[in-house]
Structures are given as C-alpha cells and as structure tokens.
C-alpha cells in the first residue's frame, strides 16, 4: 500500500467513526499561552461549541494580527472554565481531529490548568484503550506526500494551503476557530472520498 493510499484508508477510517472537529485560536503563537476561542464542529458540520473564551492572560498582537481577536473582545466572554462541561460533553468518547495537534492540545491543557482545571483526561487514552486524539495535519502531509528530506518526514502544510491544494474555497473568516475546524472536518472528508 503506497503512503498516499495508508492515508486515505486512515481518513475514511476517522470518517466512519463520526469524529467531532475542533480548533482554538490563542493568546499567542509560541509557548504557554492560552486558548481565547473554541469551537467544536461533528462530522457532518453541525456546531457543538463555539465561544470566544476570556483567557486569564492578554492576547498578544502577534496573535491578535493573526485571527483579529482582541482583547476587548473576550472581555465579556465566558472563561475556560465555564465552557469546560460543554467541551467535556462534546468530546465524550469520540474521535477527535485537530489540524495540528501538537499545537492545539498543550493549549487546551494550558488553559485548563490556567483555570484550576484537572486536564487529566485531556492527555490520558481510556482505561484499556487508543487516544482519540488525531493531527489532520500529519495525515494531509503524508496524503500530500512530499517529503521534506531535512526533518526526514512528509512536509507539513498550512491549513489554508491544504484546503486550496483540496479545491475547497477558503471562508472569509480564516483563521476563527469556527471556520478552522470546518475546513479540517472538510480535508478529512475530502481524503476519504479519494480512490486508492
């Protein structure tokens, strides 16, 4: 089986199990910072969480320039810990797909803490069981499959870049958690549908 084709079987493999898609937008771009926007969509596109999130540190204007959230703007929205129980339900044994994992889930487990959080189940599989945790972004890279000789592993792409490669239309709202995790649920659905 060729890389390309591993990819697709692993795509519709997440597909057939009805994952829920989520992405975050956050105080910054490098290190301990926190999550200021959520949401969660399913497989189908349906709208599970959605929230700005008042972090309990400023967002930077790095970030801010990035997704054009300010601070004025969480002000008056809910804190991590508010939405926690809706994240916790929407989450609750299925799959979860995030377009770069390796940045997403430390924020998520950032704000818990941040928040006086037990981010526990966050980082630890079931009893006897997988993590439901997976990178849309390293399965579009090996479906992409150009290979980046330096880091000895298939190049990475940008969300946006993944979708336009995809024929999928960028939203006008890029770089929102919403429309982020909508184009995520998007690449996996259009990875699946592809013959091997």
Request: proline share 6%; glycine share 6%.
């Amino acid at each position: 089986m060729t890389p390309r084709a591993d990819a697709i079987r692993t795509a519709r493999d997440w597909w057939d199990r009805k994952p829920v898609f989520i992405d975050t937008e956050t105080t910054g771009l490098k290190g301990a910072h926190e999550i200021c926007e959520l949401a969660v969509i399913d497989h189908e596109g349906a709208v599970l969480t959605d929230s700005l999130i008042r972090p309990t540190i400023p967002i930077t204007r790095e970030a801010a320039d990035v997704h054009g959230i300010t601070n004025a703007m969480v002000n008056p929205a809910p804190s991590f810990k508010d939405i926690w129980p809706s994240l916790q339900a929407a989450l609750a044994g299925r799959l979860v797909v995030i377009y770069n994992l390796d940045f997403d889930l430390p924020r998520l487990v950032q704000s818990a803490r941040a928040n006086g959080l037990d981010a526990t189940w966050l980082t630890q599989a079931p009893q006897h069981g997988e993590s439901p945790w997976r990178c849309a972004m390293k399965l579009y890279a090996q479906f992409h499959g150009e290979w980046n000789r330096y880091h000895g592993n298939y190049r990475w792409h940008r969300l946006g870049d993944a979708a336009r490669h995809c024929g999928i239309t960028l939203p006008p709202d890029l770089h929102r958690a919403r429309a982020d995790a909508e184009l995520t649920r998007r690449i996996v659905s259009y990875m699946a549908q592809q013959a091997k």
